[in-house]
Nanobody
Framework: QVQLVESGGGLVQPGGSLRLSCAAS????????MAWYRQAPGKQRELVAH???????NYVASVKGRFTISRDNAKNTVYLQMNSLNSEDTAVYYC???????????WGKGTLVTVSS
């Protein structure tokens, strides 16, 4: 089993930045792909960004150029740097990890990001 714990959420003004972190523990040797998802109020959960074990990253169109996903395999941590935040980014952000590159098997409990003035 793998445990994922997110941190770094909070309240930020429009145009501001936040960095989310997700620390993995447990059977970390089994982790391949990692990702960040988000779920806004009244909406379905959506994939925000994904990164393979080799560092190849993909993003949903709405965050391209504003968000950056990265991972530190030595620290078993994945990050999401979020810049130029707007109200549409308000959501609970979830970290996920998978034993394969693109299927997520493990989920964190989420961290709330609120973008508001």
């Amino acid at each position: 089993q793998v445990q994922l714990v997110e941190s770094g959420g909070g309240l930020v003004q429009p145009g501001g930045s936040l960095r989310l972190s997700c620390a993995a523990s447990g059977s970390i040797f089994s982790i391949n792909g990692m990702a960040w998802y988000r779920q806004a109020p009244g909406k379905q959960r959506e994939l925000v960004a994904h990164i393979t074990s080799g560092g190849s990253a993909n993003y949903v169109a709405s965050v391209k150029g504003r968000f950056t996903i990265s991972r530190d395999n030595a620290k078993n941590t994945v990050y999401l740097q979020m810049n130029s935040l707007n109200s549409e980014d308000t959501a609970v952000y979830y970290c996920a990890a998978g034993k394969s590159a693109y299927v997520m098997d493990y989920w964190g409990k989420g961290t709330l990001v609120t973008v508001s003035s």
